[in-house]
């Protein structure tokens, strides 16, 4: 990130977001095929019919404006599902609100819960954001989605 969204971020102020690039046409059906293929068990909550998708760096792009992973996280008040919904919720504008985005709950190692965000990307592949660190990446064999909201 450059330094000037560095103090953006830090500073909170407004910034005007980039509009996306290069969104191609994602249908529910094709969404639905795609994460029950991945995770059969999942309850999958899809909101709308039409949706769009784009690259991993488009996101990238995005995350580097949005402010979410700057806020502190604090215990039952303010932790990862408001996190994940801050996050989604900064995507719910009109460029970037029929993104194929959405928020995943996972169950870790068998153990414990956690919030997070999901995305697919237009090659059709399933990505995890971690909205505390703005980080992309596969999601891990040791996390057991079981619901997503998109």
């Known amino acids: ?34 994460i029950k293929a991945a995770y059969p068990d999942v309850k999958l909550f899809l909101t709308d019919t039409d949706y769009k ?16 992973d700057t806020y502190p996280y604090v215990s039952q008040y ?27 709950w996972v169950i870790i190692n068998n153990t414990a819960a956690h919030a997070l965000n999901i995305f697919i990307d237009k090659d059709r592949e399933i990505w995890m954001v971690e909205p505390q660190t703005d980080i992309i990446s596969e999601i891990p064999s040791t996390y057991k989605p079981y619901l997503i909201m998109i």
């Open 78 to 104: 303010y932790d990862c599902d408001d996190f994940s919904f801050s996050l989604m919720g900064g995507l719910s504008n009109p460029e970037w609100g029929s993104l194929s985005f959405g928020i995943l």
């Open 1 to 34: 990130m450059c330094f000037k969204n560095y103090l953006r971020k830090i500073l909170c102020k407004p910034v005007s977001l980039p509009k996306p690039n290069n969104l191609e046409s994602i249908d529910v059906s094709e969404i639905n095929t795609i």
């Open 53 to 68: 998708t784009t690259s991993k760096e488009e996101l990238q792009r995005f995350l580097a404006y949005d402010i979410t």
